[in-house]
Nanobody, 114 residues
Framework: VQLQASGGGLVQAGGSLRLSCVAS????????MAWYRQAPGKQRDVVAS???????NYADSVKGRYTISRDNTKNTMYLQMNNLKPEDTAVYYC?????????WGQGTQVTVSS
């Protein structure tokens, strides 16, 4: 499984970005997917997750601002990020879990200026 994340960039506080993560192969619909982020000097933390059935979970810090979704017809997961804050600045990674194996994308930088 290969994951390709995109959509990061530089945005002012209060702005929006949408991240995308495209997965290879034919088993996307069976994968549990998640977005993670890692700020400099900090550990990588989960931001939002979506199960193969579409059940979602969010970190408290992004609830009400971020929306995770998936389109199984396009093998793609999305993260809509609204009302961005400087503390959201990080490298965002997409991750997939399939049959107890974890896969990672390459990361996309999100920078929020104040």
């Amino acid at each position: 499984v290969q994951l390709q994340a995109s959509g990061g960039g530089l945005v002012q506080a209060g702005g929006s970005l949408r991240l995308s993560c495209v997965a290879s192969g034919s088993l996307f619909s069976a994968m549990s997917m998640a977005w993670y982020r890692q700020a400099p000097g900090k550990q990588r933390d989960v931001v939002a997750s979506i199960s193969s059935r579409g059940n979602t979970n969010y970190a408290d810090s992004v609830k009400g601002r971020y929306t995770i979704s998936r389109d199984n017809t396009k093998n793609t997961m999305y993260l809509q990020m609204n009302n961005l804050k400087p503390e959201d600045t990080a490298v965002y990674y997409c991750g997939a879990t399939l049959f107890d194996s974890r896969y990672w994308g390459q990361g996309t930088q999100v920078t929020v200026s104040s």
